[in-house]
């Protein structure tokens, strides 16, 4: 990695096969150890079940109310200033429980790898 400032302008934000929007901040090879992402949830919309096969996961909560759901831990309500660790491999959803939008940063080490996405909609629910 370099020392340089990474501007945040003329990046978009799409919205992810899971069911919220994604601003990607910083994922690139000059940086292979940690990727940033922004997430969007709307009210009410519950992402669907996945996982990072490789990468380690934190969520920083921004704004807005949420529940997030890791398998094998039990459901737990978040709000502004928490912080969500999700090993590699575990099953997980955020679910926007406030009136207004979510917004939380993704910090996934090592970087996030679109190829290391698992949608296990399918497996976790039928």
């Known amino acids: 990695m370099r020392a340089e400032i990474r501007r945040g302008q003329g990046f978009?934000?799409?919205?992810?096969?899971?069911?919220?929007?994604?601003l990607e901040?910083?994922?690139?090879?000059?940086?292979?150890?940690?990727?940033?992402?922004?997430?969007r949830v709307e009210p009410g919309v519950t992402t669907r079940w996945h996982r990072l096969r490789q990468a380690a996961?934190?969520?920083?909560?921004?704004?807005?109310?949420?529940l997030v759901e890791i398998r094998g831990v039990a459901p737990a309500?978040?709000?502004?200033g928490d912080v969500v660790r999700i090993p590699?491999?575990?099953?997980?959803?955020?679910?926007?429980?406030?009136?207004?939008?979510?917004l939380f940063y993704c910090v996934c080490?090592?970087?996030?790898?679109?190829e290391d996405y698992?949608?296990?909609e399918v497996s976790c629910n039928g």
């Open 77 to 80: 309500g978040v709000e502004s």
């Open 25 to 39: 901040v910083s994922n690139d090879p000059g940086d292979e150890e940690v990727s940033i992402a922004r997430a």
């Open 57 to 66: 996961e934190r969520y920083v909560i921004v704004s807005g109310k949420g």
């Open 109 to 114: 080490s090592p970087r996030f790898r679109a």
């Open 88 to 102: 590699p491999g575990a099953a997980q959803r955020i679910t926007n429980t406030g009136e207004g939008d979510l």
């Open 12 to 22: 978009a934000e799409v919205k992810s096969n899971e069911g919220c929007y994604i």
């Open 118 to 120: 698992e949608d296990l």
